[in-house]
């Protein structure tokens, strides 16, 4: 029986490229890195030669649960995997949506500091969230990632 979440997790090409971006631009707190160079990780991986760099992070003020973190970034410094297409149309394609308390200034703070975003904020028309806002944008990989504001009534 499932009893909760553990933590997302990302794999990124330069771990040492990912940090600054979720520690400084996005504000997550960096507490723990590690390298996974052994036969566990191997195992649980299925790579025979796996040898990863991985960095937790938490967000201040969140309830992380046991495990601590909420997001993991993994960089395989072997084996090199392929790229798959950017996109969030592709069958395993995933993303992460960080909830904020002000969407506009949020995006301006990241676009003044280069962030690429999909699109301008978009006004939530229907559904649960209906009456906030939201909008896509790309970490250093690629990788989507949301931000949402969530309705003045938020639903918890």
Do not use: C
């Amino acid at each position: 029986m499932i009893t909760g979440l553990w933590h997302t997790s990302f794999t990124v090409e330069n771990l040492d490229k990912s940090i600054p971006f979720y520690r400084d631009l996005l504000g997550l707190t960096l507490i723990h890195e590690q390298t996974q160079n052994n036969e566990y990780t191997r195992k649980l991986v299925g790579y025979p030669d796996a040898n990863l760099k991985v960095a937790m992070f938490s967000i201040d003020g969140v309830d992380v649960g046991p495990s601590g973190h909420i997001l993991e970034l993994v960089e395989y410094v072997s084996p090199k995997g392929l790229e798959v297409p950017e996109g969030t149309a592709h069958t395993r394609s995933a993303h992460l949506a960080f909830r904020v308390t002000d969407i506009f200034q949020t995006v301006h703070r990241l676009t003044e500091h280069g962030v690429a975003f999909k699109s301008e904020i978009v006004a939530i028309q229907e559904g649960r969230n209906k009456g906030g806002y939201t909008v896509y944008f790309k970490d250093p990989d690629g990788i989507t990632l949301e931000l949402v504001q969530p309705p003045s009534k938020e639903r918890v």
